[in-house]
């Protein structure tokens, strides 16, 4: 029996704003939604809550872990490419420890999740 092999879909990164969707290069984390290296497919992980207070409508609730500490949500919007049009490398994003159980990998992958 051979070793299980280790798939990067789930898995949170950290990546720049400036590379994903342009504006100042705030750091936040992201979760990868395929399994090719050189050719990343992400969605940004961000708090559930605005400024405000009050819960936001276009993201999809997951639940913490050790690196997300607070009440976060995936975006529905798929990244593929960085602003410039290159295809988003692992090798230029910061790994964590951290991957997605299976439930919220379900929740918010697009085949799955009930329309509105």
Do not use: C, H
């Amino acid at each position: 029996m051979g070793r299980k092999r280790r798939y990067i879909k789930g898995k949170v990164y950290f990546a720049n704003d400036s590379m994903l969707v342009g504006g100042k290069g705030k750091r936040r984390r992201v979760v990868s939604m395929g399994n090719d290296k050189n050719n990343m497919a992400v969605r940004r992980i961000l708090s559930l809550k605005d400024k405000n207070g009050k819960i936001k409508k276009n993201l999809i609730p997951i639940e913490k872990y050790p690196d997300i500490p607070e009440a976060s949500g995936v975006e529905v919007k798929t990244i593929r490419k960085t602003v410039k049009g290159k295809p988003i490398q692992e090798k230029y994003l910061v790994k964590t420890k951290t991957r997605l159980n299976k439930w919220d990998m379900k929740k918010i992958s697009t085949k799955n999740r009930p329309k509105k």
